[in-house]
């Protein structure tokens, strides 16, 4: 039996099974590509053949899409990815003090004291130091992104490359490469720009205190890693399942009400993968905010709504 979290995010999906002592059974990274129910019903083709509906307990949501994800989920639980992420790593190691999150669009800082969230800072505007930028550069470089770390490693000498804005960045860096730098000092250079630019922006006036938590698809970066550690002085820890923490602790949140509550699941079962489902939108004129609602329909019937500020449509729904 199985509780499942579920984060939809800009860049991927993740989709996770937890057994009823909180521990990751199954692990699936999916790439959103701008189409979060495909991406939801693709993770649901994997799971259909190795699970029956059953076995599901509970279902937590998370992310930019937890509403829509919960809506064609049928979701127990909605969280924002702050709650998400902080109740995951408390549950590996209850003396996290700071939790770095870096994902494909956006950044987040976590601030933890005793077992509660504190303070929190998220950067959604330059996409310097996101997943995304790394992945343009490393493409650029015809570099896999899984090396980008490796090569940082081996550089004996790294440069100074300007990171407080994505475009200025590229820029130096191709100016870098034209003065006959090479691939490893450059790409150590843009580790070290990239923590800085956090650190300066996201990071500004926190006070980061170990244990220090590095989450999210960039923690796979074992560059950026020692780059927020000789920048910080600190040990920095990337948790296991670090890619999914945000579903993990989705799938958590479910455990939690579920068991807390005792009550069933809503979960509407793994056949969502073979429901053809169409979005069309329409803007609401009840108020002057004129709200794009979002509108998602199986063949006629309206499964849901979301995108307005007051509730007025989704609640109209049932979903």
Partial sequence: ????????????????????????????????????????????????????????LGVGTTGSGRQIASYL????????????????????DKDVKTIIEIGGQDSKIIILRNGIVSDFAMNTVC??????????????????????????????SPIRIAGRCAVFAESDMIHKQQLGYSEDDIICGLCDALVRNYLNNVGKGKEILPKIFFQGGVASNIGIKLSFEKSLGYKI???????????????IIAKDHIERYKVQTNFKGFNLANINFVSTSFECSGCENKCEVVQIKNNDEIVGCFGDRCGKWNKSTAV
């Fill in 1 to 56: 039996m199985y509780y499942m979290g579920v984060d939809v995010g800009s860049v991927s999906t993740d989709i996770v099974l937890l057994n009823k002592n909180a521990e990751v059974v199954e692990s699936i990274y999916l790439r959103t590509k701008g189409k979060p129910i495909e991406a939801i019903q693709n993770g649901f083709r994997i799971l259909k053949d190795k699970y029956t509906d059953k076995q599901i």
């Fill in 73 to 92: 989920i049928g979701g127990d639980t909605v969280k924002n990815e702050i709650t998400a992420h902080a109740i995951a790593a408390l549950n590996l």
């Fill in 127 to 156: 996409a310097a130091g996101t997943g995304s930028f790394l992945d343009r550069q490393a493409e650029r470089l015809e570099i896999p992104i899984d090396k980008f770390g490796e090569h940082a490693l081996r550089s004996t």
């Fill in 237 to 251: 820890i990337v948790p296991p399942n670090h890619k999914v923490m945000g579903a993990v602790g989705a799938a």
